[in-house]
């Protein structure tokens, strides 16, 4: 109970705002999937839903002009899922301030990219 008095600066404080950070890049890259795909729908890809999402953006059989970009998404989810889970589920292991700032600068960057995306795409 002593860390959740430290809000704004505690190990849970941290864990958590890991977790929001991450989850604002997914709802925002899930907001635009289909506008930014290639064609092929969301629904045609089979997993978890993470797992979805990223193989979508990340799809090694598109070739359009945006491809190439959507593929940095997509690689960028899936690294951000694995930090979102360490700081949910990996309690033995620290989860430092250093790891936090370094995750939500890249969950920004996600939605960043997502974003441009779809404005070129005109979605």
Known sequence: M???????SGEVYRRTSASRAYY???????RYANEVGAGVPL?????????????????PNSKDEFAKR???I????????VIRCLADYELDEDFS????????????????KVRKVA?????
């Not at 997509?74 to 899922?81: D, N, V, W």
């Not at 301030?97 to 960043?112: D, F, K, P, S, T």
């Not at 404005?119 to 979605?123: D, K, L, P, T």
């Open 2 to 8: 002593d860390n959740i008095r430290e809000a704004g």
């Open 70 to 72: 959507r593929k940095s």
């Open 97 to 112: 301030e250093e790891a936090l700032n370094g995750h939500v600068a890249q969950c920004l960057m996600i939605a960043e």
């Open 43 to 59: 629904s045609s890809y089979v997993g978890g839903t993470h797992q979805v999402l990223s193989d979508f953006y990340s799809d």
């Open 74 to 81: 997509g690689y960028m989810l899936k690294q951000a899922h």
């Open 119 to 123: 404005e070129e795409v005109g979605a």
């Open 24 to 30: 604002g890049a997914y709802h925002c890259a899930l």
